[in-house]
């Protein structure tokens, strides 16, 4: 069964904290991409990579950081830098420009 | 100027009417693009995708594509109460990276 995981599904960030949001995909896609989406708003690009062990800054990478050691892997670490990390993250990966989303994850702070 | 413009709407629509949603984008260099629907709370879901000037149909959904006026456009038929969502437009830039207007809502009203 071919598609985007992302884990976890709501997760919990304390000040100071860094933590780890997981995207998995099985459909031999070469390139992936992480958004940030806020309530009401559009979907605003952090980073993207478009082939293993490279990576780009999006437009807010500010406070995020990643890495792509597997094609099927592309896990994102919001910091303690990132000050405001409450909203909705969408990891994505696309192969000739159809880009498909995984179900995301709502980060929220104690 | 936003690389990738939609009006935010709400757009209200009667059942069984045409709703049209505009977009326009900044890089002309842009070869791909694309529409999503997003219902809330859920991650985008593609329904669209086109890449040579002209019309595209595929069921009740036609896009159009007019790379001299940098606009894209969707176009509903026979519109449902399911269709009520947020639709977004996404550009394949030049820099091989996706971008996002910031939605329109959608409303069908019975």
């Known amino acids: 069964d071919g598609g985007i995981t992302q884990s976890p599904k709501y997760l919990f960030r304390k000040e100071g904290q860094n933590v780890t949001l997981s995207c998995e995909q099985n459909?031999?896609?070469?390139?992936m991409y992480w958004y940030r989406q806020d309530p009401g708003q559009g979907l605003r690009l952090i980073y993207y990579?478009?082939?293993?062990?490279?990576?780009q800054k999006g437009d807010i990478a500010e406070g995020y950081s990643v890495s792509r050691e597997k094609k099927e892997s592309f896990p994102l670490t919001v910091t303690s830098a990132q000050k405001n990390p409450t909203a909705f993250y969408l990891c994505?990966?696309?192969?000739?420009?159809?880009?498909?989303f995984g179900p995301g994850t709502r980060l929220l702070v104690l | 100027q936003k690389e990738v413009e939609q009006n935010s709407g709400p757009l209200s629509v009667p059942e069984g009417a045409i709703a049209s949603l505009n977009c326009t984008y900044s890089?002309?260099?842009?070869?791909?693009f694309f529409w999503y629907r997003q219902y809330s709370g859920k991650s985008p879901e593609l329904i669209m995708s086109i890449y040579s000037n002209g019309d595209k149909e595929d069921g009740r959904f036609t896009a159009q594509l007019n790379k001299a006026s940098q606009y894209v456009s969707l176009l509903i038929r026979d519109s449902q109460p399911s269709d009520s969502a947020t639709y977004l437009c996404a550009v394949y830039s030049s820099a091989s990276k996706i971008i996002f207007g910031s939605g329109t809502r959608l409303s069908i009203r019975p």
């Open positions: 994505a990966s696309t192969l000739s420009g159809d880009t498909f």
């Open positions: 459909l031999n896609h070469d390139a």
């Open positions: 890089d002309r260099g842009s070869q791909s």
């Open positions: 990579s478009q082939i293993v062990n490279d990576f």
